[in-house]
């Protein structure tokens, strides 16, 4: 695996997983998103992700990818992150995100906007 493969599963802090293809040469990849936290009214589905990253030889690469959650809810995700190692040579993804939510007039749109951030690490480290 190159240095800043993303491919496989990971998990953040809150218990959401998801699963990442491997890229392209160009660095686009796909994914599956399984959020453990909602409060929509329709229960959790898998949901899919579209990303680009770079292909540092670093390891320290930048990303984004964008989650559709159309399956139970009208809202998009987009994220923004870096893989770096740890100390201990654990890979971590540090991420940025931003929540749309659909509202239902351009009175409510200063509301539609949701910020925070995660981390990822590795769920099953196959060593290659
Ligand atoms: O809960 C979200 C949602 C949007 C409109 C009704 C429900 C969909 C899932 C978002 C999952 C977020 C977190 N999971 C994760 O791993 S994406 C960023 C976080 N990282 C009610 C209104 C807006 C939110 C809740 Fe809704």
Redesign the pocket.
């Known amino acids: 695996r190159g240095k800043c493969n993303l491919a496989g599963w990971w998990q953040?802090e809150?218990g959401?997983e998801m699963l990442v293809f491997n890229a392209n040469s160009k660095g686009n990849f796909s994914g599956e998103y399984y959020?453990?936290?909602?409060?929509?009214q329709k229960p959790i589905e898998t949901s899919p992700l579209r990303g680009s990253q770079h292909l540092d030889e670093d390891g320290k690469c930048t990303f984004g990818f964008t989650?559709n959650?159309s399956k139970f809810?009208?809202?998009t995700?987009v994220f923004v992150g870096q893989r770096f190692e740890d100390h201990r040579g654990q890979e971590v993804l540090k991420t940025g995100?931003l929540?749309r939510?659909k509202v239902n007039s351009l009175h409510d749109d200063w509301q539609a906007t949701?910020v925070?951030t995660?981390i990822f690490t590795r769920l099953n480290c196959k060593e290659e």
Do not use: K, Q
């Not at 959020?35 to 929509?40: G, H, K, L, Y």
């Open positions: 953040n809150l959401s959020t453990a936290v909602s409060s929509a989650v959650w809810s009208d809202s995700t995100w929540l939510h949701r925070g995660n």
